[in-house]
């Protein structure tokens, strides 16, 4: 019972190893603007981060402030030193038909195509949008484009990227659908979907029904990921 609350590593031969994180290095960065609503409000404390990535020397930090608009994505650099307030996110929601500022990113990954780059992220509901690093600035309201709607009344559990035959492509799993794929060789020419705009310019997506259960994801090299699985008896 020890082990199963503790921290763990796989080593190469593929057996566990519990790991000490207080023993281990560490640093920290105060975020300002935290939601200040009571627990039990959709903007509160809990959703302060609701995701973590890190790309170019710096982690983004995904989740909700206290400012008017409250879905906030956070640049910050590392080694830590200060975290600004970031940049508030509007997003058109393809399963509500409105355009949002309260919905927090669920999972995100950063991507370059033509030299551009990109922050990629899915919302609960479940749209793909597409973000540009370079907007995502101090005090920046950045509206989002909205290229996919990967599944109505379900969550996204997990994303990554991966390469096939030299085409970049991005697995997505949620709690209804199981695991998507979605190909990036033309990510920067899709236009957003809006409310004038219907589907039309979404992104082709491929469910990958063998893959039913998948959890969680990560990257083990280009071309292969390890998944947890969850198995059902039903």
Do not use: W
């Not at 031969?13 to 994180?21: E, I, N, R, Y």
């Not at 999972?107 to 749209?127: H, I």
């Not at 697995?171 to 794929?181: C, D, E, S």
């Amino acid at each position: 019972s020890d082990v199963c609350s503790s921290d763990l590593r796989v080593d190469a031969k593929g057996a566990l190893q519990q790991v000490d994180t207080a023993k281990l290095k560490s640093t920290r960065v105060e975020l300002p603007g935290l939601p200040n609503a009571p627990i039990k409000r959709r903007a509160s404390r809990t959703q302060t981060i609701t995701e973590l990535q890190y790309a170019d020397g710096k982690v983004i930090v995904a989740g909700l402030s206290n400012e008017d608009f409250s879905s906030t994505l956070r640049l910050v650099p590392y080694p830590f030193s200060k975290a600004d307030h970031g940049a508030s996110i509007e997003i058109y929601h393809t399963s509500h038909f409105a355009y949002e500022t309260a919905s927090p990113v669920r999972s995100m990954v950063p991507y370059t195509s033509g030299g551009e780059k990109y922050l990629l992220a899915v919302y609960t509901c479940t749209p793909l949008v597409r973000l540009k690093m370079s907007d995502l600035t101090d005090g920046a309201h950045v509206i989002g484009d909205s290229l996919a709607e990967l599944g109505r009344h379900s969550s996204p559990l997990d994303m990554i990227l991966y390469s096939q035959k030299g085409e970049d492509f991005l697995l997505v799993a949620n709690t209804l659908h199981g695991v998507m794929k979605l190909p990036l060789r033309d990510i920067a020419k899709y236009e957003a979907v809006t409310e004038d705009g219907g589907d039309s310019g979404q992104i082709p997506l491929e469910r990958i029904k063998h893959l039913k259960g998948a959890v969680q994801m990560d990257g083990f090299d280009a071309t292969r990921a390890v998944m947890l699985i969850e198995e059902r008896t039903q």
